[in-house]
């Protein structure tokens, strides 16, 4: 892809150094930047499994995971409003004049206070949900049919909210905790609009030649208490993606997402703390084909 071919050539990029705005922020991928009456929001290179970051980043992946957000941002804002600001074309290049491959990886967003919990929406049974239901017969509280398989379609969506961890694993609670933890009507509007965000992104999906099987969504609110969709949004790094035409249940399919990395990772026979094993090239790479994959077919198919 055009668009990418000067980021995925270039070395990873897994700090983002030399701005004049204060850096206010980092997380396990973004760095977020104060630039006054907004934040900018940069995805870097890096890549991160079981909540430890990885060495070392792969090549693109912050341009890539940061297009597929703002395209999504913009065929969701029917939906509910989100925190990107007009004019980013203008807006990043005052902050990167000289430097396109850079502003291929910035949001400029505005300045909302996070919920406290993020928002998982699971349409099929793979990875921890799948493990759930395998061993309880339950998810967070959602009990589904008996006698499902692996990777197959539950009979509708459902909301599974997770807390948000500043140190250590994000952990699943129950609606009933999530709704005491944001209070009855917040949590209404946040399932809500959880679960037509995903049933947006499948329908989208599938006409990219691809399954949405689960998904991660944050929320934010402003001072006047509106509801906007922050962070990122149906990307290989928060959403597990499932080629269509190699979908069978009873089998964990191929994907798009990180389960390339986790494969890896397993096979090393690592403990999951850190230090974490070195990816070799060969990771790298597959974990960069399957993400441009990703971005092809999302930004030019669905």
Aim: negative net charge; charged residues 25%; aromatic residues 8%.
């Amino acid at each position: 892809m055009d668009m990418f071919s000067a980021v995925l050539d270039a070395p990873a990029v897994t700090r983002i150094d030399g701005l004049s705005h204060p850096r206010v922020g980092s997380g396990k991928v973004r760095e977020i930047f104060d630039l006054g009456d907004a934040l900018l929001l940069m995805a870097t290179d890096r890549v991160s499994a079981f909540d430890v970051v990885l060495e070392p980043g792969v090549p693109g992946k912050g341009a890539i995971l940061t297009q597929i957000s703002l395209r999504w941002f913009h065929e969701t804002e029917d939906l509910i409003p989100n925190h990107i600001l007009p004019d980013q074309e203008a807006r990043l290049r005052e902050v990167f004049p000289d430097d396109p491959g850079m502003r291929l990886r910035g949001m400029v967003v505005r300045k909302l206070r996070p919920l406290t919990v993020e928002c998982v929406v699971r349409g099929y049974l793979a990875g921890s949900g799948w493990e759930s239901y395998r061993k309880t017969g339950e998810i967070c509280g959602h009990r589904p049919p008996p006698g499902l398989r692996e990777a197959e379609r539950l009979p509708q969506p459902i909301f599974t909210p997770t807390t948000k961890a500043t140190e250590g694993h994000d952990m699943p609670i129950t609606e009933e905790a999530c709704a005491r933890e944001l209070g009855g009507e917040l949590f209404e509007q946040v399932r809500a609009a959880s679960l037509r965000l995903y049933e947006r992104g499948h329908e989208r999906a599938a006409a990219a030649g691809m399954i949405l099987a689960d998904t991660k969504f944050e929320f934010g609110s402003d001072d006047a208490g509106n509801l906007f969709l922050i962070d990122e949004i149906l990307t290989p790094d928060s959403s597990r993606y499932w080629p269509a035409d190699q979908y069978e249940p009873g089998k964990s399919p191929p994907g798009f997402d990180k389960q390339f990395v986790r494969d890896y990772l397993a096979s090393s026979f690592w403990d999951r703390n850190p230090p974490a094993p070195v990816l070799p090239p060969e990771v790298i790479r597959g974990t960069q084909e399957r993400y441009l994959e990703a971005a092809r077919n999302l930004l030019e198919r669905s």
